[in-house]
């Protein structure tokens, strides 16, 4: 599957930004998604993600309560509504696509997806 992200910009604390993620490939509906960020002189962390099966999501605690993953499988699109946005938030924002596996947790490390987007630049000024 090949990923495109999109929706990155420049927005100031407490802003609201969401970021899209289009898959070309005809079966997104098997693929747990996430997002994940890289701030400068960090590594890759997770971010949030979303099942395959049910749709359950999961988000990391710097994120809980601001930042929403959601899905539409029909448009092969995962979104992430990021809101009250803080300037720690700033990061390159990749989304991640794993094929699903009967019986496994979605993956929250990066070494648990295979296919990336390019990633998608989010500054939040102070």
């Known amino acids: 599957v090949q990923l495109q992200a999109s929706g990155g910009g420049l927005v100031q604390a407490g802003g609201s930004l969401r970021l899209s993620c289009a898959a070309e490939?005809?079966?997104?509906?098997?693929?747990?998604m996430g997002w994940f960020r890289q701030a400068p002189g960090k590594e890759r962390e997770f971010v949030a993600a979303?099942?395959?099966?049910?749709?359950?999501?999961y988000d990391a605690d710097s994120v809980k309560g601001r930042f929403t993953i959601s899905r539409d499988n029909a448009k092969k699109t995962v979104y992430l509504q990021m809101n009250s946005l803080k300037p720690e938030d700033t990061a390159v924002y990749y989304c991640?696509?794993?094929?699903?596996?009967?019986?496994?947790?979605?993956?929250?490390?990066?070494?648990?997806?295979?296919?990336w987007g390019q990633g998608t630049h989010v500054t939040v000024s102070s």
């Open positions: 991640a696509a794993a094929l699903r596996e009967w019986g496994t947790p979605i993956p929250r490390r990066s070494t648990g997806y295979a296919y």
């Open positions: 490939g005809r079966t997104f509906s098997n693929y747990n």
């Open positions: 979303i099942s395959w099966l049910d749709d359950s999501t």
